[in-house]
């Protein structure tokens, strides 16, 4: 059940403190301090952006890399641009959106972020 908090056993002797996000209400929180956050979901990265600018140090922790999608795309929410476009096949949609988000972010592997599923490790051959 998710909401239930599934906090990990940490192994070793970890002083800090551990939390899980349905303890989190502000950045002020975490203001000054160390901030590991885990996972890439909508809650992990909105708390990796909001502490990235109130940390002393933030670093984000994922199992593979992501593609990050903006919560807005030409000053309108993204889930609307795609309800309001043109019906594509669903391969050609992914193509031209991957292409956007291409264009508009960058490759995320300059960021120090892992490679996301589609674009290859720098000296793979394709």
Known sequence: ?????NVAEVPGNFTGEVRHTVT??????????????VGAGNSGCDIACDVA?????????MRRGYWFIPKHLFG????????????????LEQRVFGALLRLLNGDPR???????????????VV
């Open 76 to 91: 309108r929410p993204v889930d609307t641009i795609a309800a309001s476009g043109p019906k594509l096949p669903m391969w």
């Open 24 to 37: 989190y209400r502000s950045a002020d929180e975490l203001k000054g301090k160390r901030v590991l956050v």
């Open 110 to 124: 300059r960021l120090g972020l892992q490679s996301p599923c589609g674009v290859p490790e720098v000296g793979h």
């Open 53 to 61: 600018r109130s940390a002393d140090h933030a670093v984000i922790s």
């Open 1 to 5: 059940m998710q909401w239930y908090p």
